[in-house]
């Protein structure tokens, strides 16, 4: 089975739309179970996410762990619609500020702070779901809101979009052993926060495809 893990209510209508779908009793979080698959809804933010895939992974019969939904893609990497998949889920803001600037938790010794993708697993769910943008994929606590800041970012890791889910989801399933994947659909340019740039229509349909294409088939 499939664990795929959405932060919001929103993100897992679009992502179900078009599958059959029914609730699945999941302790005290909002579930549903497809042929292949279960999605659960986790709340915000990498803290959130940990905690509902961990309760989920000791519950159901998981073989694998995806964290889906909506994000930021960075200008030049990605556009509004754009599906991107994960090829390394980094924590981008996890670490230490200095006079020097941000210190991430590798350069401290402190753990990793980038945890790469079986290439296998991308170029298979690439080949499934047709046009992606393939690259770091960044969890914030903070989404970005200056383009000073997403200049940072982008060039520090070379990334493709930001969320705030991905490495909870990582934490979570990295010590059972699961191979995790992080697929996110483009609904802003990563910079100055102006909601009135956001296309959530365009990234909802980008992830109902991702559903359709993903939740109903045996592809692991």
Known sequence: MLLAVVATAQECRALLEGVTASPLELGPYRAFTTETAAVIISGIGPASSAAATAHALATLPVEAVLSVGICGGFVGAAEIGD?????D???ADLGADSPEGFLAMGQLGWADDSHPIDPSLVRTVAELLGEVVTGPLLTVSTVTGTDARAGELAERHGAVGEAMEGWG???????HGLPVLEIRTVSNLVGVRDLTSWDLPSAFASLTNVGKRLLETTWL
């Open 83 to 87: 599906v991107i998949v994960a090829t």
């Open 89 to 91: 889920i980094v924590a």
């Open 169 to 175: 989801v990582l934490t979570a399933a990295l010590p």
